[in-house]
């Protein structure tokens, strides 16, 4: 029974999150000392952490649908509030991320940032180019996805479910 409602889960949140899809910090080109950790409780895998500030992470990605897509960020907190990256997409900033202070706080979590303003794909198989640029040293970063389902929040998901409900997009560079 179990194995079955586990295989309808995400047969569903295939169809209802159709146009969501995920960009693997791993995947993308460092510029600078960008050291990749392991942690698979908070990730489920690795992650990036900065080793020094204004250093960068580039990648192109083919997005295969137009639209108007929410973003969202996989970041962690260790509750200090300084340690923190910038991503910009075709120039444009959308938002800064990483260590926030948090209610309730007793120890690093992992969690999803939801960014500043929407990104709009106006044709189908449109590359954008994507920068994160660490602010601070020890600032962490892991994904971010992309949905046009305005429903999704990745931070009521597990990290297997985001991983099987978001479309891994490769690396074009």
Known sequence: MKKWMFAAFFAVASVCFGGTYRLEGNSMNSEGDWLKSNDTNGTGGSFLCSNAKNIKLTASYLVPEAGKYILWVRTETRNEGWRKSQIKINGVSFGKFGDEKQKD???????WKKLIMPLEIKNADDVIKVEVTALSSASRFDSVVLTTDAS?????LS???VDDAAEELDNAE
Request: hydrophobic share 35%.
């Open 159 to 161: 990290v297997s479910e």
């Open 152 to 156: 999704f929040d990745p931070g009521k």
């Open 105 to 111: 706080f007793s120890r690093p979590v992992w969690y």
